[in-house]
């Protein structure tokens, strides 16, 4: 199928129109025309090779919404005309343990991520969603509920499914004292589902001017993370912390927060941290975990969740033609609190008669 969207062409060069060819469709296979995609902090690590796996040109976006416009012959799940959403991965094994759970995301393989991965039967690069069409195996779609307002469904996609599974795999409910490290894309989503599952909630940030949106979001309280005084008196608050940062950073002062038997869950930086001072770890037999994404069967129930407690992101819609722009904003944590693609805004590039 051809199709089209905009690309990262190198490291250092912004997205550009690009036309590229999503495969034929296979017997489980769904053909989607996306309607909307968020933004990522990730889409834009990857653009710009922060991790150094990035192929060019690549295609990047992994909170799509949009429409089935076909289906293979043996898609049971999904039919032409229905919205459907798909996220961070579009395919795995199927056949180990860890998918037989629901796992797909921790696949003994390694799952088959949106873009940036290869293609399980063909080999190709994996293309994602800052584009018109896409084409994903049944499995991999997900079904955006009824009253779940789709122009803002997307970020649910990542930022929601990254931060309800800790949320939900630390049995966080009622009662639940959580903190919240950094206040963007994936925090401003762990705050949301963190008081929809009715724990307390403290955000933990850098930037004042975000305490107001913070208490609207359902926050509960607001610490400054500079503060090095409320720091202290903040000491054992938390049963689990979800850190959002994007770059290296140092865990040490966040983890005298946890209260015993408590949980400090990365799912921001992807790579090195500063040294870590296992002190505060023995004294009070803390932890340090990490988490990444979700399965598909916790990311239905989380898009179910978000349908029924009306719970979902602050987004700023923005047209393709605007992502540069938007990519820098993102850097400068200028976005509240994530960025959508209208894709309505994508034309087809015009190609030159040689
Ligand atoms: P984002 O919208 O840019 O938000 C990150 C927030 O972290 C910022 O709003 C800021 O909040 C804080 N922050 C940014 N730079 C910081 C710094 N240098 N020091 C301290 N705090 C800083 O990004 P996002 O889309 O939420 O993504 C966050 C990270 O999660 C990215 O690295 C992304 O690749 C990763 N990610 C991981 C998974 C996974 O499966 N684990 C999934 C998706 C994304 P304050 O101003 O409030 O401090
Ligand atoms: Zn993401």
């Known amino acids: 199928m051809k199709t089209y969207g905009y690309a990262a062409l190198a490291a250092d060069k912004p997205l550009a129109p690009f036309s590229f060819d999503r495969r034929a469709l296979r017997a489980n296979d769904v053909a989607i025309e996306i309607l909307y995609c968020g933004v990522c902090h990730s889409d834009l690590h990857t653009a710009r090779n922060d991790w150094s796996w990035t192929n060019y040109p690549i295609v990047v976006g992994h909170e799509i919404v949009g429409r089935v416009i076909e289906v293979g012959p043996d898609v049971t799940r999904h039919k032409v005309g229905d ?48 584009a018109k069409h896409i084409v994903v195996r049944e499995e991999f779609v997900l079904r955006v509920p009824k009253g779940l307002a789709l122009a803002k469904a997307g970020p649910l996609l990542c930022a929601g499914a990254t931060t309800y599974s800790p949320l939900r795999n630390w049995n966080v409910g009622p009662g639940s004292r959580v903190g919240v490290i950094g206040m963007g894309g994936l925090g401003h989503m762990a705050i949301k589902l963190a008081a929809a ?24 309280a607001f610490l400054l993370s500079s503060d090095e005084k409320a720091m202290v008196q903040a000491g054992s608050a938390f049963d689990l912390i979800i850190d959002t940062v994007p770059t290296k950073h140092d865990l040490t002062p966040y983890l005298p927060l946890l209260d015993v038997d408590g949980t ?43 349908a029924r407690k009306n719970v979902l992101p602050e987004v700023e819609m923005i047209g393709i033609d605007q992502i540069n722009e938007a990519y820098e904003r993102l850097l400068r944590s200028d976005v509240r609190y994530r960025f959508v693609i209208d894709m309505a805004s994508l034309t087809q590039p015009h190609v030159d008669a040689a």
Not at 104 to 122: A, M, Y
Not at 204 to 216: G, Y
């Open 83 to 130: 919205h459907v959403a798909v996220g961070t991965m579009v395919d795995s094994c199927q056949n180990c343990d860890q998918c037989h759970k629901g796992e797909e995301q921790l696949c003994r393989e390694g799952n088959t991520q949106t873009f940036c991965g290869v293609d399980r039967i063909t080999g190709e690069p994996t293309m994602g969603g800052y």
């Open 197 to 220: 599952l009715g724990a307390s909630v403290t955000v933990l940030s850098r930037s004042p001017s975000k305490e107001a949106d913070a208490k609207e979001l359902g926050a509960d």
């Open 264 to 306: 400090l869950c990365v799912v921001g930086q992807v790579g090195p941290l500063d040294e870590l001072n296992s002190l505060p770890l023995l004294l009070g037999r803390r932890r340090v975990a990490g988490s990444a994404i979700a399965g598909i069967a916790q990311t239905q129930e989380m898009l179910d969740f978000c």
